[in-house]
């Protein structure tokens, strides 16, 4: 016997025993029936089986549900539906509806690098550090801070307005919007959001997560505030926002304007590559949201090359060799599909290849290069190089390239 053979005996016996003691106890109701089927799944993959690699039902993940609208239900949706967004083409357009900075405070330059590529939403999240101060960081007790919310957030937003006349994008008509995950803090730090981001200009909105605080503060919130909920499980919309039951309840819905949802658990049962099924029913999730009058924010998705963590500040690592997980052809399938359905923003941390995406639907038209010849070529002939064109000097000289109206 080989000394594997051997050790895969011994692991054999012990599991044995360890699956009778647990049916024993499940005999004499002494533990439940979850147990006993974890034992044997495990036993499954020791000792073989044509099963084995099926998950059981209790631990499937629960499937896509898309809900319809019920006449029985009580209530019913308090928003009018939200039209599904079309991409339309304008590679010079000064700002760029649905892009969304994730995580921006990552970002080398937070904010500014939003707005030079015309993001028109931007994430940070929040939390209190040691010194009880309110600070953009990743982690609940707010080490490695970026920096403090109001100056970072707020201030920087504030001085972007005056450079404009008072508004972030000037005539554009749809406010501009501030995503704050509260990661640490709670209701103590939902009550010092709402006091650091007084002065904002009037057209920037808040988007604060329901989970920070109770629904009679999300009812009284400040006029430019307005919140996010997450999807309850199998990716459905809360029924309290479908079918509220109360004046209350209608009032907490009218409040919540998005819904956040992970693209791993919403949209694809495999992480990264991404199935018709999968597109269809992300299709449904959408147009059943749109119906009830919510956007829909997927975050997770693939997005190319990956952050370094929370510690990169904006540097990314590239994709290894047949790292499907990381690779380009995951993102353009992800972005074309929400293209197609009408998703009302494109999350990522590429925001100048995403600001392409969207100003030209789908991937930007490539510039062709110039033929390249070696260093020198024509000398040997005695060949003149090509003259080099100078403007006429009984006039003024030609103007630049206007600079792109994102890049301010």
């Keep these: 016997m080989q000394p594997s053979d051997k ?10 025993i360890a699956l009778a003691s647990v049916v024993f106890a499940a005999l004499f109701g002494l533990i439940g029936d979850r147990p006993v089927q974890a034992c044997k799944a495990a036993l499954c993959q020791i000792f073989g089986g044509d099963d084995c690699g099926q998950r059981s039902a209790a631990h499937a993940r629960p499937p896509y549900t898309v809900q319809n609208l019920r006449a029985d239900q009580p209530g019913g949706p308090v928003k009018p539906p939200i039209p599904k967004p079309v991409c339309s083409p304008d590679p010079n357009a000064p700002w760029v509806d649905r892009l969304n ?12 690098s939003a707005l030079s590529n015309g993001a028109t939403s931007v994430e940070a999240d929040v939390a209190f550090d040691e010194n009880g101060k309110l600070v953009v960081s990743h982690r609940k ?15 920087r937003l ?11 994008y000037p005539g554009r008509g749809q406010k501009f919007q501030l995503f704050v995950e509260i990661k640490g803090g709670g209701q103590r730090a939902y009550d010092q959001v709402l006091k650091e981001i007084e002065g904002l200009p009037p057209d920037v909105e808040v988007v604060l997560p329901v989970s ?5 503060h999300v009812i009284n919130a400040p006029p430019n505030v307005s919140f996010y909920q997450s999807f309850d499980d199998g990716c459905t919309i809360p029924h309290e926002l479908l079918y509220p039951a109360t004046p209350e309840e209608r009032q907490y819905a009218q409040r919540v304007s998005v819904l956040n949802g992970d693209f791993k658990k919403c949209v694809s049962r495999d992480n990264w590559a991404l199935s018709k099924e999968e597109e269809a029913k992300y ?6 949201a749109h119906d009830a009058g919510f956007k829909v924010r ?4 693939p997005d190319g090359e990956q952050r370094l963590g929370y510690m990169g500040h904006g540097h990314f690592r590239r994709c ?3 790292e499907d997980r990381c690779a380009n052809a995951n993102r353009q399938a992800w972005w074309r599909a929400q293209l197609r359905n009408g998703a009302d923003y494109i999350v990522t941390n590429h925001l100048g290849t995403g600001a392409d995406w969207l100003t030209n639907c789908g991937p930007p038209p490539k510039t062709p290069k110039p033929p390249w010849s070696p260093p020198g070529a024509g000398e040997e002939s005695g060949s003149a190089p090509p003259p080099t064109y100078r403007p006429p000097t009984n006039g003024p000289p030609s103007p630049s390239p206007a600079p792109s109206p994102r890049n301010r």
């Design 7 to 16: 050790g895969a005996g011994a692991l054999e016996y012990a599991a044995s």
């Design 101 to 112: 900075a994730h995580n921006d405070y990552e970002n080398k330059h937070p904010v500014k």
């Design 141 to 155: 007790d707010g080490s490695s801070d970026s920096g403090p919310f109001r100056k970072m957030y707020v201030q």
């Design 158 to 168: 504030i001085d972007e307005a005056k450079k404009n006349g008072g508004a972030v």
């Design 212 to 216: 920070a605080t109770d629904p009679a």
């Design 283 to 288: 299709a449904e999730l959408l147009q059943r």
């Design 298 to 301: 997927m975050w997770g998705g």
């Design 320 to 322: 290894t060799p047949g």
